[in-house]
């Protein structure tokens, strides 16, 4: 049975193709245990629970979808698909009593939501991601009622691999730290050493949050996926 387990843990979950903004798009192998370790941490860090209603905004081609559609079910929530071109988002709140939701800060930004109006219905839980999250937008939502989160994370870390809260008295916008299961360091761009504190380097993200590797890509995994 033990076997088994472990044999079902290394299966493939899904394959979803990167933008490709820094090359040809990839095909990133995310495995079983992988996409479980996502919809525990979304479970803890964010309060989805049976009695949530969780909004799915975010289009099913953007691996970000998946940040709302698989803790959902995982929870036994409730999971409100939102009517492109028949609903504002306003309207998705107010008619379908959402209390968690996930939005890219260009989403969040045109939404028309509003903390300060109190625009905010039945929401509790509000994050972002997949996008840069500008001091002006978090400044907009850090003092409001709902709690307010900023993840950040490539496709080959399933999803998110960092969260931080923003506070009501968080001036600046970080991505915070590692989200559970997952080890992250700052490294040089040769990735041989960790960088000091305040210098620049490349992220290198670890943990069983971290994906297979490149569908068909053999030379590329080995370059970027290290044991």
């Known amino acids: 049975a033990l076997g088994s387990a472990q044999s079902c843990a290394s299966r493939a979950a899904y394959l979803v193709f990167t933008s490709g903004t820094t090359g040809r798009p990839k095909g990133v192998v995310v495995e079983t245990r992988s996409a479980c370790s996502m919809v525990a941490n979304s479970l803890e860090l964010f309060c989805i629970c049976a009695a949530s209603r969780v909004a799915q905004t975010l289009s099913p081609s953007f691996d970000g979808a998946l940040g709302e559609l698989l803790p959902a079910l995982g929870a036994g929530a409730a999971l409100l698909v939102w009517p492109r071109g028949e609903w504002l988002l306003e309207e998705l709140l107010r008619r379908g009593r959402a209390t968690h939701m996930k939005l890219t800060p260009s989403m969040l930004g045109s939404s028309g939501l509003g903390a300060a109006q109190g625009r905010v219905g039945t929401l509790r839980v509000l994050w972002v991601g997949g996008e840069a999250l500008s001091r002006q937008l978090a400044g907009e939502w850090r003092g ?5 989160f900023n993840e950040y994370g490539p496709s080959e870390g399933t999803v998110f691999a960092t969260c931080a809260r923003i506070g009501p008295s968080d001036d600046e916008v970080s991505i915070g730290r590692a989200a559970p299961s997952y080890s992250v ?12 504190a305040g210098c620049p380097g490349e992220l290198m993200v670890s943990g069983v949050g971290a994906a297979r590797g ?8 080995a370059s970027a996926f290290f044991p």
């Open 144 to 148: 409001a009622a709902v709690a307010f």
């Open 185 to 196: 360091l700052v490294m040089s761009e040769s990735g041989l050493r960790a960088c000091s």
């Open 214 to 221: 490149y569908a068909g890509l053999s030379l590329r995994t």
